[in-house]
């Protein structure tokens, strides 16, 4: 029961709001500098070595059964690495609903759980709440990712689904080494370095037109 529930709460198709956010794929693809699925898998393999991979996941391993200052020192970690303000309140907003919608799924295992704002926290606290492993948690939160932005991309560029999930899927190397990373990380160790995406990501709200809000 426990995979069955953590499944229904990775899954796409759960109502949080998560599909509105292209994580600044909207103005790269806008710009032309990803116009072919070899530079998507490379933005999907960058994110989860460099960027969201580096930060959200193993955020989420960490907050993984932590107790309620622990989740609050988390959520103010991610506050301060997510430096462009259209992501960060995109984390919380897809908290906020994925709580929501667990609560009203499951109101006898979320009600009382302690406080969390970001997805990556909440989606932990959750996966723990629960009873899922710690390891299928992280696992579930990274696929979800991936196969989100994957689907994102059917929207932004000339690219049919199964050439997006083609895409996805030449980043499982990735995704496992992101996993993994985040399963042994430590609070020092959550970091990103894309600069070029931060300001891709910070130009996003100036496009002429648009399909996304990040």
């Known amino acids: 029961m426990s995979l069955l529930r953590l499944l229904h709460l990775a899954d796409s198709a759960f109502p949080t709001g998560a599909y509105a956010f292209s994580d600044g794929l909207e103005t790269l693809t806008a710009r032309g500098e990803v116009r ?50 259209g992501p960060r309140a995109a984390s919380t907003r897809v908290g906020a609903n994925l709580r929501r919608a667990a609560t009203h799924l499951w109101p006898d295992v979320v009600g009382d759980l302690p406080a969390t704002r970001h997805h990556a926290t909440t989606f932990a606290l959750l996966g723990h709440a629960l009873g899922a492993p710690r390891a299928d948690t992280v696992t579930a939160f990274v696929s979800g990712w991936l196969l989100g932005r994957a689907t994102s991309a059917t929207r932004l560029m000339k690219l049919g689904g199964l050439d997006a ?14 996993i993994h990373a985040a399963l042994h990380a430590t609070p020092d160790d959550l970091c990103t370095f894309t600069p070029h995406l931060d300001v891709a990501a910070s130009e996003q709200p100036g496009l002429d037109a648009r399909l996304f809000q990040t």
């Open 36 to 85: 072919t699925p070899a530079d998507l898998t490379a933005f999907l393999a960058g994110q989860l070595t460099h960027g969201w991979g580096a930060q959200d996941a193993p955020a989420c391993a960490l907050a993984w059964g932590a107790d309620p200052a622990t989740l609050a020192e988390l959520d103010d970690l991610l506050d301060d690495l997510k430096l462009v303000p």
């Open 165 to 178: 999930q083609r895409c996805a899927a030449h980043c499982g190397g990735a995704a496992q080494a992101c």
